[in-house]
């Protein structure tokens, strides 16, 4: 009975990997509602590229052929001094939080130091990139600052292609990460706020796992 359970753990070992990872993240959140009377905001084209870290820990376990399936777990904050919403500015005033849960596959290659991935993931994020914000004057020619900007609950959903590349027995660099993926606010905002926004995103970052 120990040995077969041995060879059991040794097994679902064989099969199972678990990782974590940080990323240093930059977004581009798009189709977002200009308020300013010109449309003249501070992004162009009803944009903002917030940028910031996120970190996860990923769980494969069952492999298929040259796939290597998983669960993914994510969480992040980025932000940005520009707005989409308005033609001021000000430190960090457009802000979002973010965490996502996901379906991963892991693919098997030639070369055994190459890993490429690809992952669906939906979560929640809570932003404040739609909404306009409150004005305050600096004194100064264009120097009018955005403050007080209130947040919004959205569902969000992305898919992730990726690529890492190992570097120890226990640790790959990921060279590159692509997103592409949309926000969809839960309940009412602002009137004539935007409800959904597109979402793309790059990421690189370090990953150490199992061995």
């Known amino acids: 009975m120990v040995v077969v359970l041995l060879g059991l753990g040794c097994a679902m070992s064989a099969r199972a990997q678990v990782g974590v990872y940080g990323e240093y993240l930059a977004s581009r959140l798009s189709g977002i509602k ?9 992004s162009s084209n009803g944009a903002v ?7 996860g820990v ?3 376990f069952r492999k298929v052929g040259p796939v290597r399936l998983g669960f993914d777990f ?3 904050y980025q932000k940005s001094n ?7 500015g000000g430190e960090n005033v457009t802000r979002d939080s973010t965490a996502l849960f996901g379906i991963r596959g892991s693919f098997h290659t030639k070369y055994s130091w ?3 991935y690809a992952q669906v993931s939906a979560g929640y994020t809570r932003s404040n990139a739609t909404e306009p914000c ?5 004194g100064v020619a264009n120097g009018t600052l955005c403050t007080t900007v209130p947040y919004d609950n959205f569902v969000q959903y992305e898919a ?3 690529l890492d590349l190992k570097i120890l027995p226990i640790a790959d660099l990921r060279a590159v990460e692509l997103g592409l993926g949309n926000m969809n606010r839960i309940g009412n905002g602002q009137a004539g706020t935007t409800s959904s926004v597109l979402v793309r995103s790059i990421g690189v970052g370090i990953v150490f796992h199992m061995p």
């Open 34 to 42: 200009c308020f300013d009377p010109q449309g003249q905001c501070s």
């Open 114 to 116: 190459v890993k490429p």
């Open 58 to 60: 990923y769980y494969d």
């Open 49 to 55: 590229n917030p940028a910031g870290v996120l970190g």
């Open 82 to 88: 520009k707005s989409a919403v308005s033609s001021a």
């Open 74 to 76: 994510r969480g992040g």
């Open 134 to 138: 409150t004005l305050v004057s600096t």
């Open 160 to 162: 992730f292609g990726g």
